[in-house]
């Protein structure tokens, strides 16, 4: 028993962020005991069916009695209402995180209702893929992934290195940032390339000259690589814009400052400002690859033939298919 | 003899869509003989060492002597020049192709040029990775994408079908269409695509909120999907935009239209239009999926374990992760 980081811990929401939580978890034998809650009955039989938990509950305040960490993985828009919810029920000592893209409004919106006596560790693992729901989830989702943690000043420090062992033992890298950092570090990588996404699908869906079949079928010269993160799931996203406001619409403003600058470029065939700004953007990704961020086969590995598997460690050099 | 489609192949440029061509060409048997020619000596070198062509010539008229098979597979801005030097030199009955990804203007640059004599079949694979070079090319490249013609009318039925036939030898689907549409097409498939990466990608470039280390490190979140259309080729895509303008022009300006309403539903917390938009945007991606235009695999398959591979007939509703 000394050997679990954790007795009891207890997933509020169990969508591909709690599933996969729940799996690497169990895999790494970092917990005794996993509770699950989440409000939608079909979500929680299929959790149990999943075997994500020891225990299920539709009750939130029932889920939480006892439990020595608890994640909270909803949208962000409920953290409010769920550390209300349960905040009466936490026992003394237990430590609460959550995994929430925006930090500064779940900070604002957690920390009135936590009590004195529980340690409040706010998280967020930057990893996910376009899937959502329990049936999304796997264990190594958060292996060589970062995971920001940003704990208001004054958090016991002892609980900032419990919940840092948690993720590093699931196979994550932990940074310590201050919340409103993070949310301006993830307005640019995450949420402007979300907003981004979602919106060329819309335009290409609305055209009245280009069907939405041609745009499926001839899809493969560049547009598909916006589809995926164009499918995440509209509840978390439409609550990391609510919740992100300000730095979303910063990123926004520079961002279409940016492309007017190249509507004009095009106009006025002014090539050089082209060229210049597309000979700049090609290093960014050999320097993704390099940090273990992106996997190196070209294409995202799509030609990857039979039997062949990713190789993270390929050389920048190399040229795979060269001559097959 | 007989069995060759084209006695003599010659290539003008030998990047990634060159290459990719000779080594494809030469795995169905296509041709009999492929003649390379660049402008650039060192490249010229390299697709030797490469084996990628039976003749190697510095002189394009030289190149193209004797061909009755043309494909010209330099970037867009350079067609025009390319077809008033090769004009005289082109054997009576030859077959001139192409693979920008433009039409309209690569039929104005080069049809003026070309004699009453020869078969001008424009034409653009629907195939690519964010690589370029001699090196870069990969025999399977054309398997399952599109290729789109866009012969003017008047042109020989004849010469259509043996374009036609190369292209389907070679794993393609092949489908004619107006120059015009294509351009249309292409605008918001392909080009607009291409100028939102490089655009979010040189954003993302110049914050001083946020430094550029921290956008590699934590561009998992959404923004390394950019990165890799952003690593394509600059001049290509220069002559894209410029040869293109038009229809880029438009279809930003209605990218642009879009991402204003976004941007006020953001500032005013209307999170009803978010959350519409993000729901509708999540179809296409299946449909793309069962249109074999992308892999079924979640996240582009960078989750795959050691062992599996990318399998394209993977059902929607297989969770390969599940319970793992």
Redesign the interface.
């Known amino acids: 028993m000394t050997d679990f980081l954790f007795k009891r811990m207890t997933l509020i929401g169990i969508g591909l962020l709690g599933s996969s939580i729940s799996?690497a978890a169990r895999q790494k034998g970092l917990v005794e005991h996993i509770a699950v809650h989440t409000r939608s009955d079909a979500t929680l039989a299929r959790a149990e069916e999943?075997?994500l938990g020891d225990s299920y509950h539709k009750d939130v305040a029932e889920s939480v009695k006892d439990a020595d960490f608890v994640v909270v993985c909803t949208p962000v828009?409920v953290c409010g209402t769920v550390a209300k919810a349960i905040a009466p029920h936490l026992k003394e000592g237990a430590i609460i995180t959550d995994v929430g893209?925006v930090k500064m409004s779940i900070i604002r919106q957690m920390q009135p209702h936590l009590p004195a006596h529980v340690h409040f560790v706010p998280g967020h693992p930057?990893?996910?893929?376009?899937?959502s729901g329990p049936?999304?989830?796997?264990?190594?989702?958060f292996i060589n992934?970062?995971c920001?943690l940003t704990p208001p000043e004054g958090t016991d420090e002892g609980a900032i290195e419990k919940v840092k062992t948690f993720w590093s033992t699931v196979g994550s890298n932990v940074e310590l940032m201050d919340a409103h950092?993070h949310d301006?570090?993830?307005a640019?990588?995450?949420?402007?390339?979300?907003?981004?996404?979602?919106?060329?699908?819309?335009?290409?869906?609305?055209?009245e000259?280009?069907t939405?079949s041609?745009?499926?079928?001839?899809?493969?010269?560049?547009?598909?690589?916006?589809?995926?993160?164009?499918?995440?799931d509209?509840?978390m996203?439409?609550?990391v814009?609510?919740h992100n406001?300000e730095a979303?619409?910063e990123?926004?403003g520079?961002?279409?400052e940016?492309?007017?600058a190249?509507?004009r470029?095009?106009?006025w065939?002014d090539?050089d400002a082209?060229?210049d700004?597309?000979?700049?953007?090609?290093s960014?990704?050999?320097?993704?690859i390099d940090?273990g961020?992106?996997?190196a086969a070209?294409?995202?590995?799509?030609?990857?033939?039979?039997?062949?598997?990713?190789a993270p460690t390929l050389s920048s050099d190399d040229?795979e298919?060269?001559?097959?």
Chains 1, 2 share one sequence.
């Not at 298919?321 to 097959?324: A, E, I, K, P, V």
């Open positions: 799996l999943l075997g828009g893209s930057i990893a996910g893929t376009e899937e049936d999304a989830g796997f264990a190594e989702l992934r970062w920001i950092h301006n570090v993830l640019i990588t995450s949420h402007l390339p979300h907003l981004i996404a979602y919106n060329i699908v819309g335009t290409a869906s609305d055209l000259m280009v939405n041609e745009v499926i079928k001839y899809s493969a010269g560049g547009f598909r690589d916006f589809t995926r993160i164009a499918a995440s509209p509840t996203w439409r609550d814009f609510l406001k979303a619409l990123m926004l520079r961002f279409t940016d492309l007017t190249l509507q470029a095009i106009r065939g090539g082209l060229f700004l597309f000979s700049r953007t090609r960014i990704r050999r320097s993704i940090a961020q992106e996997i070209s294409d995202f590995g799509r030609h990857l033939k039979e039997g062949e598997t990713h040229h298919y060269t001559g097959s």
